[in-house]
């Protein structure tokens, strides 16, 4: 794990409406830390099958925003741990008690948080949230569930003296 690991945030992605391979080529490209042993972290039929089952909105015009990069990103992080319809529930209530820019970015920063403090061998911290409550809390424990599939995967790979 390199310790420069850094996720984009709403404002780093483009401003511009994206093709489909485009989605894939940048997906494939901030999420390349992770484990995916030889498999797709994201495929085009992966996203079709995302806008067919509702996870994701569909495109307008055949071309993906903003909005439909941060939904991608969350789902292809989420799916090494949890199934679809739990991965749909957690969106769902983060997207109705804040603002979409606000619950992704805050989602961002603490996983990466949580990703430098495992793969440093430190003890899991998280971003300090501006309130706590049953969100807040949810989304630590999906971090850090994570987070330590990830550390698991990678010291069986035997890259545990990565840094």
């Known amino acids: 794990m390199n310790e420069e690991i850094h996720l984009p945030r709403w404002e780093d992605f483009p401003d511009i409406e994206l093709y489909?391979?485009?989605?894939?080529t940048l997906l494939e490209n901030w999420l390349s830390f992770m484990p995916h042993h030889d498999e797709n972290l994201i495929t085009k039929s992966m996203i079709n099958n995302y806008v067919k089952h509702g996870i994701v909105?569909?495109?307008h015009k055949k071309k993906y925003t903003t909005k439909h990069l941060a939904y991608l990103m969350v789902v292809c992080i989420f799916k090494q741990v949890y199934s679809m319809s739990e991965i749909t529930q957690m969106i769902k209530m983060q997207v109705k008690a804040y603002p979409l820019e606000?619950?992704?970015n805050y989602y961002i920063e603490d996983l990466e948080q949580c990703l430098h403090c495992v793969y440093k061998g430190q003890a899991i911290t998280h971003k300090q949230p501006t309130q706590i409550n049953q969100l807040t809390i949810?989304?630590?424990?999906v971090n850090e569930s994570l987070v330590n599939k990830m550390n698991v995967q990678r010291i069986l790979?035997?890259?545990?003296?990565?840094?």
């Open 20 to 24: 489909i391979d485009q989605v894939v």
């Open 138 to 141: 949810l989304l630590h424990s």
């Open 157 to 163: 790979s035997g890259k545990e003296g990565e840094q």
């Open 102 to 104: 606000d619950a992704y």
């Open 57 to 59: 909105e569909p495109p």
